[in-house]
């Protein structure tokens, strides 16, 4: 089973010196991805979704020919070797509010085709069942319940006459997609939505009925795990699946795991152990002994986005500050033991920069956990091995994103073993 890294631009600055906590100049230029650091990669594929370029990254053209950044092939801009697999996807998550996809199926094959991708999924049309969209456009949809929203917008309860028409939309652009692509240079991958078990697992047989041989099952983000659950039964027993690949769009749950792999997931995609590192309350750095820990927050009294929240002038700040980061590293080095200490200055610290409650007692306790384990010191990865317990302070995107990249190389080791023993064992889960 394969695992795909969703590419949003997450690189990190290559001269980030955690010590003088700076980066040099140059953007782009100073790019390090996370495949440059780990060998091998932390991930099988890079799954780029179309939508990047509109939310992130503009797609120039130059000659008529897209360009990224000026790279006129995606592998060369995600400095990625030619064999690695590079899947993309038209983004439809960014259109889910419109009536109708908004990028026209021609466009998809040649932006696959041009920017050089190794696999290209069809046009899709998300079934979800509630949308919010502008006054106007309410009259466009089919709809049994409507509420006012945020901004002037209503949210909208798309009625089941509607999702069936996106889903028919969905394999309707696959047939013409299919077409298109036909000798382009990368393989076609056909998308299944649905609003059911039942309307999924028929989008599945008609896409390999068009002679689709790799299917990606979108919309499920939102899905429960038992509705996935299901819907992986019923793919089991109702599709040869030595027949067809079945990627799973977003899907990362791991309870769901052992089914996956056993049913014979080809691959599938997910950021979130790479994006628990800052977006967690608790769970941000993955120990090697398999339990979450949070990191400790130390803000960057030099950012202005942070100091906005100090609610007056505070004397010696910069030097706490720096008093508080340099006994870390001390501590790190075992020439300070006082850790209670050490947790009370940076829970004080912390303090002034929240203008709500703040559970102090809380993270005090995770923060002894935390360095009192001195886990970061048994992972072996060259994140962990570069950084030291720079690694576990949640500060500024350089370390935040490192810590990123080693939740999701610990998962994609786990992931490996776990499928190689799921084969050897020959174990079934239904
Ligand atoms: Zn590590």
Known sequence: MKYFMPYWEDWVHRDFDPIKDTYGKGGFKNSLFAHEIFNPPPYDGILVSLGVFKLKLRLIRENGRPTIRGYKNIKKYLKLPSSFPLLGDCGAFTYVSSKEPQIEIFEAVEIYSKLGFDYGISVDHICSEVITVEKEDVDKFDFTDAKPARGGRVKLTLSEWELEWRRELSLKNAKEFLKESLGAPFTPVGAAQGYSVETYVDSVKELVKMGYRYVAVGGLVPRSTDFISSLLEELYREVDLSEVKVHLLGVLREELLPKMASFGVYSFDSASY??????????????????????????????????????????????????????????????????????????????????????????????????????WKECSCPICRELGIDVVIFRGSNRNKRRGFHNTYLFHTSLKEHVKSESEFGMNYI
């Open 274 to 375: 790479f994006r628990k590192a800052w977006l967690k309350a608790k769970e941000n750095y993955l120990g090697v002994d398999g339990n979450w820990y949070a990191s400790i927050r130390i803000p960057d009294s030099s950012n202005p986005r942070l100091s906005k929240r100090l609610k007056g002038n505070y004397e010696n700040l910069k030097e706490t500050e720096e008093r508080i980061l340099k006994n870390l590293r001390k501590y790190d080095r075992g020439s300070l033991r006082e850790v209670g200490a050490l947790v009370e200055d940076i829970i004080s610290y912390d303090k002034l920069f929240y203008r709500g409650e703040f559970k102090e007692d809380k993270y005090a306790e995770l923060y002894l956990k935390l360095l009192k384990s001195k886990i």
